[in-house]
């Protein structure tokens, strides 16, 4: 694993510009990484991603880990070929799934057992079986096991859940063994600042190519995460990529690229868009409004994504109100297509150094997510 | 409406290979029409019929007059514009649907009231309100409304719904009054061939510029429709265009253009694609067969569509075990592909005079659509 990969090329105030290098190709930061959970982004090609400026996509280790599993996947020739991506693949670790899984999943100093969502068979994790896992898929950035707990929460399990992603992480980098797979840990501590700088301290110490902070995004409110984020990235080192998990509102992607962060992944572009929420340069609209049936406008004016230059606004909402799959589909490319436009203007503006009157100019309160 | 639209360029046998000139674009037949019920050809943008070698789409006035509605489409500028298809458009009458709603519909000789089958709400068609109504959306081809009965049938329902639908077509020839909608009327008679004989005889004296059969793939055996398909595109005239109304299995569209017919629409490509069963070269596989879950091979080695050419059988089978979205989307692709490659094909075969060679090639029973 080579820490050289990443180069910061500018900052202008808090926010950073930068490149990774990775064994697919190169990642400009600041980057939002669509999620295909399992080895798709819902309802999109990988000539789309790329149409829409996606350099780097995220898979789940646990969803693959299930289906189709490891032995399909390698047989195959490794997720690339799987799923005919050829750029650049961050898979995470499967803790935040596994822990979500509650009283279906049991903790032990080794690692944790749980029950698959879909058939109810049993499965383990150690932090050894799941970077082997990320390696023999051939993934570009591999995360490791991590201790996510659902906010608010107790101080106990939080600091349990330091204590348990410090030693993962410390078993995970002996386990690392591909040159060609990045290795990235992971910061927990919930909204505890104290629990946070042992927890980074900890990792830090340990030298990995890069760093996420996790357990964010997870039930607190929007400002706790802001002030968490920007106080656990400032706790990172400059030289090493900062990766914020879960985060894909238009704000939230301003505020946390503000915070000095690098990296950013979500559900949330695709999720809107199977649901007929767009997101767009004013604010975002939800398509099931009636004051869209015969409103024959783009989507967003200031798009020029194919959703946007070839359909109405009233034929988008014709086809959610008929559950017709080209509206889900559709919509998902413009949101995609508008998150990660936003960054290639947010790297723009941060090396012209203009990027606190870039970030003010989505200051319009109709911007928000609500 | 111009009667020398339709251009016959060869015949090999009773194979007919035509031109037919229409408002928005001229359609090579043999013709497959891909089915748009609502406005969208399921899964698939205009700009992948287009790849795909569509000439021009169906849509279904029952569920367009339902929704959007009339008012959405003329504000929108039109169907092909709503849409955004700027080729041919073929739209139905909305009798199939109409009587296929049963108990909910009660017809008289003026026309047929029927409730939604979305809300209940009360509707009415006439012969003359659908005519309107395809003319009013900018339809290429309007379909006049008639009577379909579903088979098997007693002969009396038979005999009265070729009686209403000449008199409906009698009314639908004086109401038709833009210079750029062909109209259409529609053969009924089940497989009563005396009844087909009447039904023929009636409209042909009619004189429309293009004729259809209907009231067939609606319950009877594939060989008492293939009989009653061939004898009744005998009954009527050379110089106009046939279509054979709701067939799209390879097999089927073979014997149809075999029988000297010349269009065909049907939701089959893209229903089998919903459901993972692919149309292929070797006859239909169905991708939830537990063999494809490690078959690295395309789906069709014979075809060069984008998903037989980025994806493999493995992939496509792991996107519809997961109910992925993108394996719907790829498959309806290839499936609407195949088939509108199938009409190229059958097009140049018929001008090289090697049909009967042609088709012979796809003999081999596992081309069955079973």
Same mark, same amino acid.
């Given at each position: 694993?080579?820490?050289?990969?990443?180069? /910061?090329?500018?900052?202008?105030?808090?926010?950073?510009?930068?490149r /990774?290098?990775l064994?697919?190709?190169?990642?400009?930061?600041? $980057?939002f990484?669509?999620?295909?959970t399992a080895?798709?982004?819902?309802?999109?090609?990988?000539?789309?991603?790329?149409s829409?400026q996606?350099?780097i996509v995220?898979?789940n280790?646990?969803?693959?880990?299930l289906?189709?599993?490891?032995?399909?996947?390698?047989?195959?020739?490794?997720?690339?070929r799987?799923?005919?991506?050829?750029?650049?693949?961050l898979t995470?670790s499967g803790g &935040?799934?596994? &822990? #979500?899984?509650?009283?279906?999943r049991?903790?032990?100093?080794?690692?944790v057992?749980?029950? *698959?969502?879909?058939d109810?068979?049993?499965h383990?994790?150690t932090?050894e079986?799941? @970077?082997a896992?990320?390696e023999?898929?051939?993934?570009d950035v591999?995360?490791?096991?991590d201790?996510c707990?659902?906010?608010?929460?107790?101080r106990?399990p939080?600091?349990?859940?330091?204590?348990?992603?410090?030693?993962?992480?410390?078993? #995970?980098?002996?386990?690392?063994?591909?040159?060609?797979?990045l290795l990235?840990?992971?910061?927990?501590?919930?909204?505890?600042l104290?629990?946070?700088?042992?927890?980074?301290?900890e990792? +830090?110490?340990?030298d990995?190519?890069?760093?996420?902070i996790?357990?964010? *995004? +997870?039930?607190?409110?929007?400002e706790?995460? %802001?002030a968490?984020?920007?106080?656990?990235?400032?706790?990172?080192?400059?030289?090493?990529p900062?990766?914020?998990?879960g985060?894909g509102?238009?704000?939230?992607?301003?505020?946390?690229?503000?915070?000095?962060?690098?990296?950013?992944? $979500?559900? %949330?572009?695709t999720? $809107?868009?199977r649901?007929?929420?767009?997101?767009?340069?004013?604010g975002?609209?939800? =398509?099931?409004n009636?004051?869209f049936?015969?409103d024959?406008?783009p989507?967003?004016?200031? $798009?020029? !994504?194919?959703? !946007?230059?070839? &359909? #109405?606004r009233?034929y /988008?909402?014709?086809? &959610?109100r008929?559950?017709?799959?080209?509206g889900?589909r559709l919509?998902s %490319?413009?949101n995609?297509y =508008?998150?990660?436009?936003l960054m290639?203007?947010?790297?723009?503006? @941060?090396?012209?150094?203009e990027w606190t009157?870039?970030?003010?100019?989505?200051?319009?309160?109709?911007?928000?997510?609500?």
């Amino acid at each position: 694993m080579n820490s050289a990969a990443f180069e /910061l090329l500018a900052k202008d105030g808090g926010a950073r510009r930068a490149r /990774l290098k990775l064994a697919h190709g190169v990642v400009e930061t600041p $980057c939002f990484m669509p999620v295909g959970t399992a080895a798709t982004v819902k309802g999109l090609t990988p000539a789309e991603l790329r149409s829409a400026q996606a350099q780097i996509v995220l898979a789940n280790t646990y969803h693959l880990w299930l289906r189709p599993g490891r032995e399909t996947i390698e047989a195959a020739g490794g997720l690339h070929r799987f799923m005919a991506w050829d750029g650049p693949i961050l898979t995470d670790s499967g803790g &935040f799934q596994v &822990f #979500s899984l509650e009283s279906r999943r049991e903790v032990d100093d080794d690692g944790v057992t749980f029950r *698959s969502h879909f058939d109810g068979s049993l499965h383990r994790f150690t932090p050894e079986k799941v @970077i082997a896992f990320q390696e023999a898929v051939g993934s570009d950035v591999a995360m490791v096991l991590d201790v996510c707990v659902k906010l608010p929460s107790a101080r106990d399990p939080l600091e349990e859940s330091v204590r348990l992603t410090t030693a993962w992480a410390r078993r #995970s980098r002996n386990a690392g063994a591909s040159a060609s797979t990045l290795l990235f840990a992971i910061v927990q501590g919930g909204l505890d600042l104290e629990l946070r700088a042992r927890s980074a301290g900890e990792i +830090v110490e340990l030298d990995f190519p890069g760093y996420a902070i996790g357990g964010l *995004s +997870v039930g607190e409110a929007r400002e706790q995460m %802001y002030a968490t984020a920007r106080v656990t990235a400032a706790m990172l080192p400059e030289e090493k990529p900062r990766y914020l998990m879960g985060v894909g509102t238009v704000p939230d992607l301003l505020e946390a690229i503000d915070a000095g962060l690098d990296l950013f992944d $979500c559900v %949330y572009p695709t999720r $809107c868009g199977r649901n007929g929420r767009a997101m767009t340069h004013d604010g975002e609209l939800n =398509l099931f409004n009636a004051g869209f049936t015969r409103d024959f406008a783009p989507l967003d004016a200031h $798009c020029d !994504c194919a959703t !946007c230059t070839t &359909f #109405s606004r009233a034929y /988008l909402a014709h086809l &959610f109100r008929n559950k017709e799959m080209l509206g889900p589909r559709l919509l998902s %490319y413009h949101n995609v297509y =508008l998150v990660d436009g936003l960054m290639r203007e947010a790297r723009a503006a @941060i090396e012209a150094r203009e990027w606190t009157k870039f970030r003010a100019s989505f200051a319009h309160p109709s911007t928000g997510s609500g």
